[in-house]
């Protein structure tokens, strides 16, 4: 992640957020813009439409989330 990003808010330190799955508060620690694998899947994520990891501050779970299904908290 360049640093160009991690002034923009789009790293872990920055903020928190809120998905979809349940309400769950956590925070951003990896932007996918091309395709990745997770967990046995493949996460299909361009620039224009990138994909969030997400670290949940409650169990420490990992999950990718488009960011539509993000909220900021």
Known sequence: MSSAEKRNGETSN?????SEAGHVEGVI???HTH???F???TRHC???DPQYEI???K????AIH???ALKKA
């Open 29 to 31: 620690i990896n932007k």
């Open 14 to 18: 920055d903020g928190r957020l809120y």
């Open 59 to 62: 169990t420490g779970h990992i």
């Open 46 to 48: 361009s620039p224009d």
């Open 66 to 68: 488009k960011g539509g």
């Open 35 to 37: 395709d990745v694998e």
């Open 55 to 57: 670290k949940s501050d």
């Open 39 to 41: 967990k046995g899947y």
